[in-house]
Each structure stands twice: as structure tokens, then as C-alpha cells.
């Protein structure tokens, strides 16, 4: 039999408790996450909307009191300072936010001229740093220890939740075009370089100057190489025009892919934009079972209630950002330290362990991330749906999509 | 390959119909007022969103657009002329000012587009019925045959304009001598406003056009326009409407063919060494008159 204790003690025990716990918190530093945002310039609206990821995340963790560390909670601060998306200014302001704002790990910045930028730095100052929207191979082939792409794929590694899903569907031939520019053509490479592995034939190989306004000849050539599948890789303008080109030449392809085709300003080409493919990470029916943060959902009701006036709603860049805060979180609580080497190790000991909101999370000893895959999209006339990978699809692709002759 | 040489061929007039308008428009300034108009593709854009404006906020098809265009970029025109033009005539070297300031009036040009449209492509959800016609053993787009037959009438009616009425004659003699004209008595200033409206009027219903033909822009997509015009005035020569018109063409067609028989990305390099070649062999362009000192 216990004897109850007295209340009078009781309550004083536990409003002692309560203040030590209080005093150890206000003891415990916070940790400092020092990251560059792109106030103005070509990169502000982009890394804007990344901002507002990290912060989403930075909000989510310390209302649950921080990250248990060391057997104390310890809250997180963003230190943010402006790279005006200027390369050459990054490396000092990495360096600011290491020597002067004494962060203890960094985020990167916007994209990946401004990351490849930034990492020199941090490597040089043996500092952790996580990043969310590089996609350049180049800045993991440089033997770099402590980066880890917590989110965002390897460019070359773009294209290939598209060709896979093809794969399954049973294409045999694919023809392939791109803007002859870095992200199109690294994207396409890989997308070709992943047909080959599944034995689809290659039938087209062909590449357009910027500017280029006519897509006719191009869509022409590729019908006739006899390829099943078109996949014209090109921001979304082209896109656009090449999706209106392909009803009004009367070309029928067995699908079409147009990276971009699910964003909402293809969808505004109305018919035009009907049963085609394309790839996205963040949409309303993209949910992954979560494993490490908020999931979509809650992430977009988050941003709700902390950006109610944002000039844009939340984008695949909020998501990125806010992935690879979740990210990091789980390498802090495994690696119980913020020392970059420790900090990798347990990045590494995580693979295939975590799953954000922007989907599972593996990368090899460069940092360089593998899965975190875009889900394959399809416009159907119901909506747009997700038709690969098998785990999240809401729907079964329409393969081969209707000759336009027999579309209403 | 036929049929690629057909699609081609088609392509190719339809396209070189639009860079010929693209052209006339900018030519036609740089003849009679000597100005360098840097922002002729911002203004042609700014068509293709006024069309978008008129269709998704009133429903108006992009065919009523057309005269709404002329009149409103007719005007727009009139009034841009009294607010920039005369300030050239202070400058000690007006061509180059004119370039200088239009190059800043295509930033400025951009970005209110930006802050009126955004950054996104944008496209008229508005097409013909049927969508395409079948001509021969090839399909062709009934937004471009319209966009062809609109071109074509535009072009005859500017040449009835310039060789038939006063006005018109007018133009040509200002661009074949300013100064002999004025001790005709015929009143400059007004007929230079009357030049640029008529200029940017074209510019407006080249993009209205444009809207058709190529369904996507936004509102960095002038710069493009503007290198195109260049060439085709540079290759029809320098001032020379006529010229410009025939010059269209042929650079839609040489772009279109060279798709046809070689790489893609090789196309804009065809264009580009066609111009380079008249450069070399034919300075004055194609219908241009070799100035003499």
C-alpha cells in the first residue's frame, strides 16, 4: 500500500519541477541554422518561397519545445542573410553567418549556382550544410564531406520517375527533345540514359535553341521516327505551345510528357493540356505517409496560418525547403551532436528511414540524393491525378490516350 | 520527308508572315523618324495581353481583339510620340538616344506587364472549329490560315496605303528625304506622330497575332520579337516596307526549312547566317538602295 502524498507538497514539488524545467530550457541555447535568402534579383521569388518552407518547419519545431539534444530541448533559430542572388557575394555572407552570427549549421541557399557558391565555404569552416534545391551533379562530384541534398533529386536523376512509368506501362519507344539548356538537357539525359537501362529504343535525340517559336517540323519529326511516347522537355511556354501545336497538326502519339504539364498555367490551355503526362512533387493529390514532419496537408495549412498575406501560395520550393528541415531534424535527434562529421555519418545512417512530405529520402556518400522522386502526373478529364509511383497513385494512366479525332 | 518538306513549306509562310509584320512596323519608324525602336517586341507583346485581357475578362474572341488593338495601340502611339520623341530632337545624336531610350522604355514595358500579368506563360483557352483543315496530305491550323489571311490583307492594304493615298505617299517621302518634304509644306511633326501610331497600331495587331500562332508569352517574351524585327528590317532594308514584307518570308521559310533538313537548334543559325550574308554581300538589303555620299 502507497501513502498519498500531501497535497501541499505535492503542488510545490511540481510547480519546483516546472521552474527548473523552465530554467533549464531558457538555459539551453538555441540552435543557430544560418541560411542566405534572395531579397531581390533572379532568384528572390524562388528562394522566397523557400523561406517560407524553412520556416514552416522551424515554426512546427519549436512549438514542440525543440529538438531533444544532449537530454535537453533545444529550440531552433534561423539566421537569414541576403545573397541578392549574387554568386559572388554568397561565399562572404557563408562566412558572415559562420564567423560573425556563430551558426552552427547552414542551410543553402536558392538553386544551384548559389549553393555551389556557398558550399566552398562551409566545407572550408567544417560546417554542416544541408541542402533543398541544388539539382547540379556537379556540386557532389566535387568530394565535398559534410553536404547532404536532404530533398532535392540530382538533375540527371529528374527524368526518371517518367521513363519508369512508361516502363511499366509497357512503352518499346520514346522520342526525345529539350531546350538546349542545363536543367532541360541534364533532366532529359538521365530520362534517356534510364530508357536505355529498361531497353526502351531511343528513337529521337534532338535538341532547340532558346527562343525558338515553332515546334511543327520538331513534333512532325518525332511522329515520324516512329516513337509511342514524345517527351519534349522545356519550361512551361513551350510546353504550352507545343501542346496546342500537337491537336492542331492531328498528331497522336500514345502519350506525351511535358514536365511542366500539371502546373496550373499548362492546365489553362484548356482541352490542349488533356490526358497528358508530367511530373510534380507538390499537389493536392501527392500524400505520402509521412514519417518525418507535417504532412502536406498540414504543411499547406501551416503556411496558411503563417503567411496569410504571402504574395504566392506554397510551391514545390516550400516544400523542398521544408522537407529538408524535417530532414535535418532526424539527423540532429540520431547524431545527438551538430558536428558536421557526426551530423553525415547519421545522414547516412538515415537512408531509406525517412519520408517527408516531398517523399522518401536516400543519398550516397557525396551528399547527393536519389529518391525524394517527382510523382508522375496525368491530366485526366476528371482532374489531374497521380499515376506513378504505384504507392501514391490516385488513379490508373490512361495509355494510349485517345487519338484527338475521337476527343469531344 | 515529303511530307516534312510540305509542313515545312506551309510553316514557313505562316511563320515569315508574322516576322514580316513583326518587321514592317519597326521598319517603317526607323524610315521615317530615324528611331531605333528597342521595345518593338515589348509593344507587340503587349498585343498578345491585351487580346488575353480582352478574352479572359470580357470573352472577347481574339479576332474582335484585332481593331480593338489598332485603335487602342493607334492611340497609345499618338500620345507616346508627343511625350518621347520631341525630347530626341535636343539630343546631339538622336539615333543613338532613340536606342537608349527605347531600351529603357522595353524594361519599363516589361516590367508593367509583370505587374499587370505576372511571370507566368500565358494563353487564349480560345480556338477555331475545326482546329485544323487538312490541306493535301498535311493538317494546318486554322488559327494560322486565319492569321495567314489576315496577314496577307494587312500587307496588300499598307501597300495600297503607302503607293495609293496621300498620306501614304507622304511616308515614303519622308523616308526618301525629310528634309525635301518639309519645304513641300507638309507638316513633319504630325506625320511622324502619324508614323509611330501607325507603327505601334501594327505592333498591337502583330501581337493579337501572335496570340494565335504561337499560344504561349509572357511578358519577357519581347526581346525575341525585337531581334526578329531587327533582322527582317536589316534584310529587307533599312526603312524599306516592301522589303521588310518580302524579307518576312523569306526568313520563315529559311528557319522552317532548316528544320526540315537539319537539327532543330540549327534553324535560328540558318536565320542568322542568311542575315550575316546579306550583311556581307548585299549591305542595303534585300529591296534597299545603295545610300550614295
Known amino acids: 500500500m502507497t ?6 507538497t505535492l ?19 538555441p540552435i543557430r541554422i544560418g541560411m542566405t535568402v534572395s531579397s531581390t534579383g533572379t532568384f528572390a521569388l524562388a528562394a522566397q518561397s523557400g523561406l517560407r518552407g524553412a520556416e514552416i518547419w522551424v515554426d512546427d519545431v519549436n512549438s514542440r519545445g525543440g529538438i531533444a539534444l544532449g537530454g535537453t530541448k533545444r529550440k531552433v533559430e534561423l539566421v537569414k542573410l541576403d545573397d541578392r542572388s549574387d554568386k559572388t557575394i554568397v561565399p562572404k555572407v557563408y562566412e558572415t553567418l559562420i564567423k560573425d552570427e556563430k551558426v552552427d549549421l547552414c542551410f543553402g541557399p536558392f538553386g544551384s549556382t ?30 565535398y564531406k559534410y553536404v547532404v541534398s536532404a530533398t532535392q533529386q540530382a538533375g540527371t536523376l529528374l527524368g526518371r520517375p517518367g521513363v519508369k512509368a512508361f516502363g511499366e506501362l509497357g512503352v518499346k519507344k520514346i522520342a526525345f527533345a529539350y531546350l538546349d539548356e542545363p536543367f532541360p538537357a541534364a533532366l532529359t539525359n538521365g530520362a ?4 536505355k537501362k529498361l531497353g526502351i529504343e531511343v528513337t529521337m535525340d534532338e535538341k532547340f535553341a532558346k527562343g525558338t517559336k515553332d515546334f ?12 509511342d511516347v514524345f517527351m519534349p522537355t522545356a519550361y512551361e511556354g513551350d510546353q504550352m505551345t507545343m501542346a496546342r501545336q500537337l491537336r492542331e497538326m492531328n498528331v497522336d502519339f500514345k502519350g506525351v510528357y511535358f ?3 500539371s502546373q496550373p498555367q499548362f492546365l489553362a490551355i484548356g482541352k490542349d493540356a488533356l490526358y497528358h503526362f508530367s511530373q510534380t512533387l507538390l499537389h493536392d493529390r501527392i500524400n505520402w505517409k509521412v514519417t518525418g514532419g507535417l504532412t502536406r496537408a498540414q504543411m499547406m495549412e501551416r503556411y496558411a496560418k503563417l503567411f496569410p498575406k504571402a504574395p504566392y501560395p506554397a510551391d514545390f520550393q516550400t516544400a523542398l525547403a521544408y522537407g529538408a528541415g524535417a530532414v535535418l531534424e532526424q539527423f540532429i535527434q540520431e547524431a545527438q551532436t551538430l558536428d558536421a562529421a557526426k551530423l553525415k555519418e547519421a545522414a547516412l545512417k538515415l537512408n531509406n528511414k ?5 517523399g522518401p529520402y536516400e543519398i550516397d556518400a557525396t ?9 508522375v502526373m496525368q491530366n485526366l478529364p476528371e482532374g489531374v491525378e497521380v499515376v506513378y509511383p504505384p504507392e501514391i497513385a490516385t488513379a490508373k494512366a490512361v495509355y494510349p490516350i485517345p487519338p484527338y479525332k475521337d476527343r469531344k | 520527308m515529303g511530307l516534312l518538306i510540305l509542313n515545312g513549306l506551309a510553316n514557313g509562310l505562316i511563320v515569315g508572315g508574322i516576322y514580316a509584320l513583326v518587321g514592317v512596323s519597326l521598319t517603317l519608324l526607323y524610315g521615317v523618324l530615324r528611331v531605333v525602336n528597342f521595345a518593338h517586341g515589348e509593344f507587340v507583346i503587349a498585343g498578345s495581353f491585351l487580346a488575353f485581357a480582352l478574352f479572359s475578362g470580357l470573352g472577347v474572341p481574339p479576332l474582335l481583339a484585332l481593331p480593338v488593338a489598332a485603335i487602342a495601340f493607334f492611340a497609345a502611339g499618338w500620345a507616346l510620340y508627343y511625350v518621347l520623341i520631341p525630347r530626341l530632337a535636343l539630343s546631339d545624336d538622336p539615333e543613338l538616344m532613340s536606342f537608349l531610350m527605347f531600351y529603357g522604355v522595353s524594361i519599363a514595358a516589361a516590367a508593367l506587364m509583370l505587374l499587370l500579368f505576372g511571370a507566368d506563360s500565358r494563353s487564349i483557352d480560345d480556338t477555331f472549329s475545326p482546329v485544323s483543315v487538312p490541306l493535301g496530305p498535311i493538317y494546318v491550323s486554322t488559327a494560322r490560315l486565319v492569321a495567314l489571311g489576315i496577314t496577307a490583307v494587312l500587307s496588300l492594304a499598307l501597300a495600297w496605303f503607302l503607293f495609293r493615298t496621300l498620306p501614304g505617299k507622304a511616308l515614303r517621302a519622308a523616308i526618301m528625304n525629310r528634309e525635301a518634304i518639309q519645304i513641300m509644306g507638309v507638316d513633319i511633326v504630325r506625320l511622324s506622330a502619324f508614323a509611330f501610331a501607325l507603327a505601334t497600331a501594327l505592333a498591337g495587331v502583330t501581337g493579337v497575332l501572335i496570340a494565335l500562332v504561337f499560344p504561349a508569352f509572357n511578358p519577357f517574351s519581347g526581346a525575341e520579337y525585337t531581334i526578329i524585327a531587327f533582322i527582317v528590317v536589316v534584310l529587307g532594308g533599312l526603312g524599306n516596307p516592301m522589303g521588310a514584307l518580302l524579307a518576312g518570308v523569306i526568313y520563315g521559310l529559311a528557319e522552317q526549312m532548316a528544320t526540315v533538313f537539319l537539327p532543330q537548334a540549327m534553324a535560328q543559325i540558318v536565320g542568322f547566317a542568311i542575315l550575316i550574308g546579306t550583311i556581307f554581300f548585299r549591305p542595303s538589303g534585300i529591296l534597299g538602295t545603295r545610300s550614295r555620299r
Request: hydrophobic share 50%.
Open chain 1, 259 to 261: 514536365v511542366y504539364g
Open chain 1, 114 to 143: 548559389l549553393t555551389a557558391a556557398a558550399v566552398n565555404t562551409t566545407e572550408t569552416n567544417n560546417k554542416f550544410m544541408v541542402i533543398w534545391s541544388a539539382s547540379a551533379d556537379s556540386i557532389y562530384a566535387q568530394g
Open chain 1, 3 to 8: 501513502k498519498a502524498l500531501p497535497r501541499r
Open chain 1, 11 to 29: 503542488i510545490a514539488a511540481t510547480v519546483g519541477t516546472i521552474a527548473v524545467r523552465r530554467a533549464w530550457a531558457e538555459d539551453a541555447k
Open chain 1, 192 to 195: 534517356m540514359d534510364e530508357a
Open chain 1, 354 to 358: 525517412i519520408v517527408t512530405v516531398t
Open chain 1, 216 to 227: 511543327n517540323i520538331l513534333i512532325q519529326k518525332a511522329k515520324a521516327s516512329g516513337a
Open chain 1, 367 to 375: 551528399g547527393k540524393q536519389f529518391k525524394n522522386e517527382f510523382a
